[in-house]
């Protein structure tokens, strides 16, 4: 009785772990499908998973996770110039601390932030954390030739794409602490507007899906419609949220705090509505999903 005891007790305390630390890898994956394919089937699960495995690594690598995923991504899927194991972007944490170190946004100079441990940004390397999506998403797609070859930038659409895969990610992270049973008020994350000197998510997202979706701003009839909806949709929601909060310790105020994860809630059921219609008229995406 009391190994029985002891057995439901150790199952409650690994239920709460999950409940109180985050999405795990499959929850993001499910999000990050739902957001580009909603209710369209992925046709090409090699891809995806290649995708969701080289976000995880860069998002989500600490304390020597994810190990597999890079032996995956190397063996199974064949993605070129990544590193032989992943020692170089380790650092300790725990499942929240780790985020101040990845979660501050795509071009986020951790480096420069004085709040943070130097010894830690040096050893999460979150340009080599980039490169590892980058790598991915260029080899998964065909954006061009040259793009990430020699000493050649990235395509814009390419860095774009890795781009909004990693908001997506992060606003996956903002809808656990949301539904979460123990209120936490993550600060080393990017805030949904521009604060506390970093960018805001929202801007972001906009910003590269105006580069994601470039031809379909210049489009006719429903392409163009869908496209002029959803940057609305993103800007009522920017609106909101500015109504309500200026930096992060408004968020000790519960109503504010409840308000603004909502709000968080939005963004992520508008990127489900609109981004299946959009992203499916991008070429790259059409000769990988829907050929």
């Avoid at 109180?20 to 890898?25: C, L, R, S």
């Amino acid at each position: 009785k009391k190994f029985s005891i002891v057995i439901i007790f150790i199952c409650k305390m690994i239920m709460n772990s999950i409940s109180v630390f985050g999405y795990g890898a499959n929850e993001h994956n499910k999000i990050l499908i739902e957001v580009l394919f909603g209710k369209n089937p992925v046709t090409n699960t090699d891809a995806i998973e290649a995708i969701n495995d080289a976000v995880a690594i860069s998002i989500d690598h600490f304390n020597g996770d994810n190990s597999s995923m890079l032996i995956e991504l190397k063996n199974n899927f064949k993605i070129r110039g990544l590193p032989d194991n992943l020692s170089s972007i380790n650092f300790n944490g725990n499942s929240y601390t780790h985020r101040q170190y990845t979660h501050k946004g795509w071009t986020y100079d951790y480096s420069n932030d004085g709040s943070l441990d130097k010894g830690t940004v040096k050893k999460a390397n979150f340009a080599k954390r980039k490169d590892i999506l980058l790598k991915t998403v260029n080899q998964v797609f065909d954006f061009n030739f040259w793009s990430g070859k020699l000493w050649l930038s990235y395509d814009k659409q390419c860095d774009s794409f890795a781009a909004f895969v990693y908001y997506v990610h992060i606003l996956g992270d903002y809808i656990h602490d949301s539904e979460s049973d123990s209120k936490y008020t993550d600060y080393g994350m990017i805030p949904l507007i521009e604060s506390d000197g970093m960018v805001g998510m929202i801007d972001e997202i906009e910003k590269y899906s105006k580069i994601l979706f470039s031809e379909q701003s210049n489009g006719v009839g429903t392409q163009k419609r869908n496209y002029m909806l959803y940057l609305n949709e993103l800007d009522e929601i920017r609106s909101e949220v500015e109504k309500i909060y200026n930096n992060k310790y408004d968020l000790d105020n519960n109503d504010i705090y409840v308000k603004y994860m909502s709000y968080a809630k939005d963004l992520m059921d508008c990127l489900k509505e609109y981004i299946p219609s959009l992203i499916k008229e991008e070429t790259f995406f059409k000769n990988v999903f829907y050929q």
